[in-house]
Structures are given as C-alpha cells and as structure tokens.
C-alpha cells in the first residue's frame, strides 16, 4: 500500500539545506492568478513516497543530503486535465525514511502544493526538464515497471509562457520563472502566460 504523505514530511522538508531555499511553508497559498489555487487532489496524480529514490535516480539525478546553491531558480507548473486543475503534491524530488521524515532531496523538487518548481543545484549549468520532474513523481510517459510513471504522453500538450511548445514535452527544460502549462483534453478557456512569484523567488 503507498504510504501517504503526511504533515510531517512536508514539515521535515523543509529542514533539508537551511543554506539552500527559503521556500514557503506547506500552507501557503498560490498566486490568485494559478488554477492550481482550487486544485483538488487527484487518484491518478498521487505522490508515493516511498518510490522516490528509485523515480530519483530513473531521471538521472541524485539524492543529496542538502539543497544546492550554486544554481538557484524557480519555474511554476500547472496541470490540467479537461481544463480542471490537477494538483501539483509538495515533496516530489524529495525522499523519506521509515519515521515519514525527509532525509534526502534531488536537486530539482517541491516544497508545497503551489506548483512551484525548485532547481537548487550543487553544479553550475546542468539542464533540468520536465520529464525528470513527472519521473520523479511518477507520472506520465515511464515505463509502467514498479516505481516508475504511468500514463501514456498522447493527448497532452505543454505550453511555455503562453505558447505551445512542440519540441517534446519530456524536453523542456526549466528556466527561472517559466510558466508551464501542461493540459490534457479540453483546453482551457485561458493558458496562463505568467505566475506571480513570491518576493525572492
């Protein structure tokens, strides 16, 4: 049985790397401006804890023990599925022991529910992409074996700032303040261009 997040988690995550992120606490609301401010959580899109070492290290990442500070951005993330959004869950990218504490991170991950993505790397100048985060969550586009995504890629669309991006939606890379918009079916009646950060990020 997946093990739930708990408030513990959230709360211990952010203990990970006090030189690293000033990040918002779990509770914080989103922008007025994101559809996932009236997100409800989604069975399809759960988070399992549990899995996240195997998701880490399937994107071709690593667990760190703290955040890193020599690459610092954040780009945002909504989904929606039937112009309905669907919760991005905080603690992706992010793993937990037996006691439900947080004990390691990746250097791309969440906080919270607000849809924020954290790049917070150790090395300068490494791409990180969309793909890797929904491996990490292990959603979309894996293989189906046991801790990886599941969910075909077809029928959905991303867009960047606005505007559709057609190279491939496991490619994009994050850039600092991006807004990404990944949709399934019926399209939105508005695809958000921006997202109001908080003061710092």
């Not at 954290?118 to 491996?135: C, D, K, N, R, Y």
């Amino acid at each position: 049985m997946h093990t739930k997040l708990t408030l513990a988690i959230a709360l211990s995550a952010m203990t990970l790397g006090v030189a690293g992120c000033a990040a918002p606490a779990p509770s914080t609301a989103p922008s007025p401006e994101s559809p996932a401010a009236s997100a409800a959580p989604s069975p399809d899109f759960a988070l399992d804890i549990t899995g996240a070492p195997g998701r880490i290290s399937q994107a071709g990442l690593t667990v760190l023990t703290a955040e890193g500070n020599v690459d610092h951005y954040h780009a945002h993330l909504d989904v929606l599925k039937d112009g309905k959004p669907i919760a991005v869950p905080a603690n992706i990218g992010i793993t937990a022991g037996a006691d439900h504490r947080a004990n390691g991170i990746s250097a791309l991950h969440t906080h919270d529910t607000t849809g924020v993505v954290h790049i917070e790397s150790p090395t300068a100048g490494q791409v990180f992409t969309l793909g890797q985060l929904l491996t990490e969550w292990g959603v979309l586009g894996g293989t189906g074996a046991p801790g990886t995504g599941g969910g075909s890629l077809d029928g959905w669309t991303v867009y960047v700032n606005g505007r559709k991006f057609d190279a491939g939606i496991r490619d994009l890379p994050f850039k600092a303040h991006d807004e990404i918009v990944l949709s399934y079916g019926t399209a939105p009646a508005t695809i958000h261009a921006s997202y109001d950060f908080p003061p710092g990020e």
